[in-house]
């Protein structure tokens, strides 16, 4: 185990591990991508919450797997009003692939996120997407790096934090996109006092999204009067009938 890992939760370090061993793509990708900030907007000037929901099949702290094609999840998704998607392609722990992204990038036309744990350079050539996940906590001294490795294919790379000391290290970079996990890698608990805690330093020019833990209209509210822009939200979708869910949590 490397100091990134320190006080990690087993099934977190098992992610990890297995991260570390998946190939990099073989050429280096451009990505021509649909702007999460103009889907921002038009959201918002529809008189909705933004909401980046979230096709996870399966996930280390969720009961069961979700077995619905993902491309009929992701359609409905965005009938019940998604700003955009975020797509898992861990396919160990999480049930998600590279596949999956392919097929739901190419029937939708909202800005796709790809969800993963990006441990180098050449990991970011796996896939097109038009958002792309990076993790301070993992990626430390090459984090700014990666941003513009991420940004130079012509990425949107959203930076996530869970700390004062990681929200710093990502606001020194080139970033355009932050989000604030609710959840301690840790322990693996949730609480949204992170976000309301870690938002007032973020400047207006970055987009703010609040990670994990929001599942009622409540709390929707709550992340959003703390000022974030957007929302990514996972199992309180995934449980059920995704339009459905999606429409409530975004339609306040």
């Known amino acids: 185990m490397n100091a990134r890992e320190g006080g990690l939760a087993p099934q977190v370090q098992s992610?990890?591990?297995?991260?570390?061993?998946?190939?990099g793509g073989e050429s280096r990708l451009a990505v021509d991508a649909r702007s999460f900030s103009a889907a921002i907007e038009a959201t918002e000037s529809d008189g909705r919450v933004p909401l980046i929901a979230e096709?996870?099949?399966t996930s280390p702290t969720t009961?069961?797997?979700?077995?619905?094609d993902p491309v009929e999840l992701a359609r409905e998704m965005v009938a019940g009003g998604a700003t955009a998607l975020s797509v898992l392609t861990e396919p160990e722990h999480f049930g998600g692939s590279t596949d999956s992204l392919e097929r739901i990038r190419d029937a939708v036309d909202v800005p796709v996120l790809r969800k993963d744990f990006i441990m180098n350079e050449a990991q970011l050539d796996v896939v097109e997407s038009d958002l792309i996940l990076l993790i301070a906590r993992f990626l430390q001294d090459d984090l700014s790096d990666l941003v513009d490795a991420a940004t130079?294919?012509?990425f949107q790379p959203l930076v996530e934090v869970h700390t004062k000391a990681e929200l710093d290290a990502a606001l020194e970079t080139d970033a355009k996109i932050i989000g604030i996990n609710n959840r301690d890698l840790g322990k693996l608990e949730v609480d949204l006092d992170t976000f309301e805690s870690l938002a007032p330093v973020v400047p207006d020019d970055v987009h703010l999204v609040a990670e994990s833990g929001v599942k009622t209209r409540d709390d929707v509210r709550r992340m959003r009067e703390a000022g974030a822009d957007a929302l990514l939200v996972g199992t309180a979708i995934m449980d059920g009938d995704v339009r459905q869910n999606t429409q409530n949590l975004s339609s306040l």
């Open 15 to 23: 992610i990890l591990s297995a991260a570390r061993a998946r190939p």
């Open 55 to 57: 096709v996870k099949p």
């Open 63 to 68: 009961d069961g797997v979700r077995e619905d």
């Open 152 to 154: 130079d294919r012509g």
